[in-house]
């Protein structure tokens, strides 16, 4: 019976916006589907379950983060102020940088931002450094042998 269940998915909710509303079972868990936007189901909903009210409001949610993650655009540059997942930062596509604790990240100004950025400098690469020089197994058994 259970792997009958499995069956039944992505199963369709219905239309919300003209577009199929959707839930499936994915990689990363369950998630809801409205054209090309993915949410995740959170730990209380079922997708086996799930109404489709339900589904377009964690949709909308997803789609609201999305639209606020953008603080500050600086015209004529890549440069923007976004808001992460840890708090704000700036990047460039590139280089990420941190805005410093005593500073509001709207208020920051174009150079600034590229004083930040260059402060951060490239990013790291962590090498393997030189490797050792090994002494051959026959080398040490003939000095062995000599003495």
Same mark, same amino acid.
């Given at each position: 019976?259970?792997?009958?269940?499995?069956?039944?998915?992505?199963?369709?909710?219905?239309?919300?916006?003209?577009?199929?509303?959707?839930?499936?079972?994915?990689?990363?868990?369950?998630? #809801?589907?409205?054209?090309?936007? /993915? #949410? +995740?189901?959170?730990?209380?909903?079922?997708? /086996?379950?799930?109404?489709?009210?339900? #589904?377009? $409001?964690? =949709?909308e949610? %997803?789609?609201?983060?999305?639209?606020?993650?953008? =603080?500050?655009?600086?015209?004529? +540059?890549? =440069?923007?102020?976004? *808001?992460?997942? $840890?708090?704000? /930062?700036? +990047?460039?596509g590139?280089?990420? &940088?941190? =805005?410093?604790?005593?500073?509001?990240? #709207?208020?920051?100004?174009?150079?600034?931002?590229?004083?930040?950025?260059?402060?951060t400098?490239?990013?790291?690469? %962590? &090498?393997?450094?030189?490797? %050792?020089?090994t002494?051959?197994? *026959?080398?040490? %058994?003939?000095?062995?042998?000599?003495?």
């Amino acid at each position: 019976e259970d792997a009958l269940e499995l069956f039944k998915m992505p199963r369709a909710l219905g239309q919300d916006k003209d577009q199929d509303v959707s839930v499936g079972i994915g990689r990363f868990g369950p998630f #809801a589907r409205r054209g090309s936007v /993915y #949410a +995740s189901l959170k730990k209380e909903d079922d997708p /086996y379950t799930i109404d489709l009210a339900r #589904a377009v $409001f964690l =949709i909308e949610e %997803k789609e609201e983060i999305a639209r606020n993650r953008v =603080i500050k655009d600086f015209d004529g +540059s890549d =440069i923007q102020v976004l *808001n992460g997942r $840890f708090g704000p /930062y700036i +990047s460039d596509g590139k280089l990420n &940088g941190k =805005i410093p604790k005593d500073r509001e990240p #709207a208020s920051l100004t174009f150079e600034e931002v590229q004083q930040l950025l260059a402060d951060t400098g490239k990013p790291v690469r %962590k &090498g393997f450094g030189a490797k %050792k020089a090994t002494l051959k197994k *026959n080398a040490v %058994k003939d000095s062995a042998k000599e003495a």
